[in-house]
Protein backbone atom coordinates (compact mmCIF):
# COMPACT_ATOMS: atom_id res chain seq x y z
CA UNK A 1 0.00 0.00 0.00
CA UNK A 2 1.20 3.64 -0.67
CA UNK A 3 1.33 5.95 2.65
CA UNK A 4 0.39 9.03 3.36
CA UNK A 5 1.80 11.42 5.55
CA UNK A 6 0.91 15.24 6.27
CA UNK A 7 2.68 17.87 8.12
CA UNK A 8 1.68 19.21 10.35
CA UNK A 9 -1.05 17.47 11.95
CA UNK A 10 -2.07 20.76 13.27
CA UNK A 11 -1.68 24.25 13.18
CA UNK A 12 -3.09 27.70 14.57
CA UNK A 13 -3.69 30.48 12.18
CA UNK A 14 -5.67 33.78 12.10
CA UNK A 15 -7.65 34.78 9.32
CA UNK A 16 -6.31 36.23 6.96
CA UNK A 17 -3.32 33.84 7.46
CA UNK A 18 -1.15 31.95 4.33
CA UNK A 19 -1.61 28.26 5.64
CA UNK A 20 0.59 25.80 4.37
CA UNK A 21 -0.27 22.04 4.37
CA UNK A 22 2.58 19.50 3.01
CA UNK A 23 2.10 16.12 2.06
CA UNK A 24 4.11 12.84 1.28
CA UNK A 25 3.71 9.52 -0.93
CA UNK A 26 5.64 6.83 0.01
CA UNK A 27 6.91 5.82 -3.47
CA UNK A 28 5.42 8.17 -6.91
CA UNK A 29 2.05 8.84 -7.93
CA UNK A 30 2.66 11.19 -10.54
CA UNK A 31 -0.35 13.93 -10.21
CA UNK A 32 -3.39 11.48 -8.62
CA UNK A 33 -3.36 13.45 -5.44
CA UNK A 34 -6.61 14.76 -3.99
CA UNK A 35 -7.02 17.31 -1.38
CA UNK A 36 -10.09 17.20 0.72
CA UNK A 37 -11.41 19.57 3.56
CA UNK A 38 -13.99 18.25 6.36
CA UNK A 39 -15.88 19.81 9.16
CA UNK A 40 -16.82 18.39 11.76
CA UNK A 41 -20.17 15.98 11.77
CA UNK A 42 -19.37 16.83 7.84
CA UNK A 43 -18.94 14.84 5.19
CA UNK A 44 -15.48 15.64 3.42
CA UNK A 45 -15.71 17.68 0.52
CA UNK A 46 -13.07 17.29 -2.70
CA UNK A 47 -11.46 20.87 -3.11
CA UNK A 48 -8.82 19.98 -5.36
CA UNK A 49 -8.23 16.99 -7.62
CA UNK A 50 -5.30 15.99 -10.09
CA UNK A 51 -2.39 18.03 -7.53
CA UNK A 52 -3.61 21.16 -8.56
CA UNK A 53 -7.13 21.23 -10.41
CA UNK A 54 -9.52 23.50 -8.13
CA UNK A 55 -12.41 21.60 -7.97
CA UNK A 56 -15.84 23.98 -9.51
CA UNK A 57 -17.37 25.86 -6.93
CA UNK A 58 -13.98 26.16 -4.69
CA UNK A 59 -12.39 29.40 -3.88
CA UNK A 60 -9.54 30.71 -5.61
CA UNK A 61 -7.84 30.95 -1.94
CA UNK A 62 -7.03 27.08 -1.65
CA UNK A 63 -4.39 25.69 -4.66
CA UNK A 64 -2.14 22.79 -4.83
CA UNK A 65 0.80 21.81 -6.22
CA UNK A 66 3.60 18.85 -6.44
CA UNK A 67 3.88 15.69 -8.48
CA UNK A 68 5.74 12.88 -7.66
CA UNK A 69 5.79 12.37 -3.60
CA UNK A 70 5.97 15.95 -2.27
CA UNK A 71 2.64 17.97 -2.95
CA UNK A 72 1.36 21.31 -0.95
CA UNK A 73 -2.06 22.91 -0.13
CA UNK A 74 -2.00 26.36 0.59
CA UNK A 75 -4.79 28.88 1.42
CA UNK A 76 -3.63 31.93 0.53
CA UNK A 77 -5.53 33.76 2.95
CA UNK A 78 -7.19 31.91 5.68
CA UNK A 79 -11.08 32.40 6.21
CA UNK A 80 -13.38 31.99 9.46
CA UNK A 81 -14.86 29.22 7.28
CA UNK A 82 -11.74 27.48 6.66
CA UNK A 83 -11.11 25.79 10.19
CA UNK A 84 -11.63 22.54 9.45
CA UNK A 85 -9.49 19.40 9.12
CA UNK A 86 -7.74 18.62 5.82
CA UNK A 87 -6.90 15.46 4.26
CA UNK A 88 -5.00 14.27 1.26
CA UNK A 89 -5.76 11.39 -0.74
CA UNK A 90 -3.17 9.46 -3.33
CA UNK A 91 -5.48 7.73 -5.98
CA UNK A 92 -2.51 6.34 -7.92
CA UNK A 93 -3.55 2.88 -7.50
CA UNK A 94 -5.55 0.55 -4.96
CA UNK A 95 -6.54 0.59 -2.09
CA UNK A 96 -6.72 4.25 -2.16
CA UNK A 97 -4.86 5.82 1.10
CA UNK A 98 -5.61 8.87 2.72
CA UNK A 99 -3.01 11.13 5.00
CA UNK A 100 -3.93 11.00 8.24
CA UNK A 101 -5.36 14.69 8.19
CA UNK A 102 -3.99 18.43 9.25
CA UNK A 103 -6.35 20.16 11.64
CA UNK A 104 -6.33 24.10 11.21
CA UNK A 105 -7.74 26.01 13.92
CA UNK A 106 -7.80 29.48 15.35
CA UNK A 107 -4.85 30.82 17.10
CA UNK B 1 -27.30 17.70 -8.04
CA UNK B 2 -26.82 14.05 -6.76
CA UNK B 3 -27.08 12.47 -3.87
CA UNK B 4 -26.20 9.67 -1.41
CA UNK B 5 -28.09 8.62 1.46
CA UNK B 6 -26.78 5.73 3.29
CA UNK B 7 -29.12 3.51 5.02
CA UNK B 8 -28.87 0.93 7.37
CA UNK B 9 -29.25 -0.62 11.04
CA UNK B 10 -26.94 1.92 13.77
CA UNK B 11 -26.04 -1.58 15.97
CA UNK B 12 -24.68 -4.50 15.16
CA UNK B 13 -23.42 -7.02 17.52
CA UNK B 14 -19.81 -8.58 17.52
CA UNK B 15 -19.00 -11.41 15.08
CA UNK B 16 -22.27 -10.14 13.03
CA UNK B 17 -22.56 -8.64 9.25
CA UNK B 18 -22.75 -5.12 8.58
CA UNK B 19 -25.15 -4.29 6.09
CA UNK B 20 -25.50 -0.91 4.66
CA UNK B 21 -27.46 0.48 1.24
CA UNK B 22 -26.16 3.79 -0.66
CA UNK B 23 -29.14 5.04 -2.30
CA UNK B 24 -28.40 7.82 -5.17
CA UNK B 25 -30.64 10.08 -6.60
CA UNK B 26 -30.43 13.46 -8.62
CA UNK B 27 -28.38 13.71 -11.70
CA UNK B 28 -29.29 11.87 -14.99
CA UNK B 29 -30.57 8.49 -14.53
CA UNK B 30 -27.46 7.18 -16.62
CA UNK B 31 -25.31 8.25 -14.83
CA UNK B 32 -25.15 5.95 -12.43
CA UNK B 33 -24.29 3.25 -14.93
CA UNK B 34 -22.03 5.65 -16.53
CA UNK B 35 -19.05 3.82 -16.72
CA UNK B 36 -17.18 7.27 -16.21
CA UNK B 37 -17.88 6.81 -12.52
CA UNK B 38 -17.40 4.57 -9.17
CA UNK B 39 -18.96 4.15 -6.17
CA UNK B 40 -17.16 3.73 -2.99
CA UNK B 41 -17.65 3.12 0.92
CA UNK B 42 -15.19 5.10 2.92
CA UNK B 43 -15.44 4.65 7.03
CA UNK B 44 -13.80 7.41 10.10
CA UNK B 45 -13.79 6.21 13.51
CA UNK B 46 -14.73 8.68 15.90
CA UNK B 47 -11.59 11.09 16.09
CA UNK B 48 -9.87 9.85 13.94
CA UNK B 49 -8.95 9.76 9.71
CA UNK B 50 -10.38 8.30 6.53
CA UNK B 51 -10.20 4.98 5.29
CA UNK B 52 -11.04 3.56 2.02
CA UNK B 53 -13.04 0.20 2.07
CA UNK B 54 -13.86 -0.36 -1.56
CA UNK B 55 -15.54 0.37 -4.70
CA UNK B 56 -17.66 -1.11 -7.62
CA UNK B 57 -17.97 -0.28 -10.63
CA UNK B 58 -21.30 -0.29 -12.28
CA UNK B 59 -20.46 -3.26 -13.79
CA UNK B 60 -20.28 -5.26 -10.92
CA UNK B 61 -16.03 -4.89 -10.46
CA UNK B 62 -14.86 -4.21 -7.39
CA UNK B 63 -11.49 -3.45 -5.39
CA UNK B 64 -11.58 -3.72 -1.96
CA UNK B 65 -9.06 -2.83 1.08
CA UNK B 66 -6.87 -5.81 2.11
CA UNK B 67 -6.35 -4.48 5.29
CA UNK B 68 -10.11 -6.01 6.20
CA UNK B 69 -8.77 -9.40 5.53
CA UNK B 70 -11.80 -10.35 3.12
CA UNK B 71 -14.29 -9.32 5.15
CA UNK B 72 -16.11 -6.78 2.38
CA UNK B 73 -18.64 -7.77 -0.29
CA UNK B 74 -20.12 -4.84 -2.29
CA UNK B 75 -22.91 -5.09 -4.48
CA UNK B 76 -24.51 -2.78 -6.99
CA UNK B 77 -28.26 -2.39 -8.02
CA UNK B 78 -28.43 -0.08 -11.32
CA UNK B 79 -32.21 -0.33 -11.78
CA UNK B 80 -32.55 0.84 -8.15
CA UNK B 81 -29.76 2.98 -8.12
CA UNK B 82 -28.74 1.63 -4.84
CA UNK B 83 -25.04 0.13 -3.86
CA UNK B 84 -24.61 -1.93 -0.87
CA UNK B 85 -21.66 -3.06 1.43
CA UNK B 86 -21.50 -6.17 3.85
CA UNK B 87 -18.31 -6.44 6.61
CA UNK B 88 -18.55 -9.90 8.19
CA UNK B 89 -17.23 -11.22 11.02
CA UNK B 90 -17.36 -7.72 12.64
CA UNK B 91 -15.70 -6.39 15.83
CA UNK B 92 -15.68 -3.00 18.08
CA UNK B 93 -12.61 -1.73 15.76
CA UNK B 94 -14.94 -1.85 12.71
CA UNK B 95 -17.49 0.91 14.81
CA UNK B 96 -17.28 4.19 12.45
CA UNK B 97 -19.04 6.52 10.66
CA UNK B 98 -19.27 5.15 7.23
CA UNK B 99 -19.68 7.35 4.02
CA UNK B 100 -20.48 6.52 0.53
CA UNK B 101 -19.47 8.75 -2.31
CA UNK B 102 -19.24 8.44 -6.11
CA UNK B 103 -15.74 8.34 -8.04
CA UNK B 104 -14.48 9.67 -11.06
CA UNK B 105 -12.80 7.30 -12.84
CA UNK B 106 -10.29 9.95 -14.45
CA UNK B 107 -8.86 11.72 -11.36
CA UNK B 108 -10.34 9.43 -8.69
CA UNK B 109 -11.96 12.48 -6.89
CA UNK B 110 -14.68 11.76 -4.81
CA UNK B 111 -17.07 14.69 -5.74
CA UNK B 112 -20.21 13.44 -4.02
CA UNK B 113 -20.61 11.44 -0.23
CA UNK B 114 -23.76 10.72 1.57
CA UNK B 115 -24.13 12.51 4.76
CA UNK B 116 -22.56 9.67 6.97
CA UNK B 117 -24.03 6.87 8.94
CA UNK B 118 -23.00 5.78 12.24
CA UNK B 119 -22.59 2.17 12.84
CA UNK B 120 -21.90 0.78 16.29
CA UNK B 121 -20.54 -2.91 17.22
CA UNK B 122 -21.56 -3.92 20.72
CA UNK B 123 -23.32 -6.72 22.35
Known amino acids: DIQMTQSPSSLSASVGDRVTITCRAS??????LIWYQQKPGRAPKVLIYAASTLQIGVPSRFSGSGSGTDFTLTISSLQPEDFATYYCQQTYNTPRTFGPGTKVDFK | QVQLQESGPGLVKPSQTLSLTCTVSGGSLSSFSDASYYWSWIRQPAGKGLEWIGRIFPSGDTNYNPSLNGRVIMSIDTSKRQFSLRLYSVTAADTAVYYC????????????WGQGTLVTVSS
Open chain 1, 27 to 32: QAISNF
Open chain 2, 101 to 112: ARGNYGSGKADY
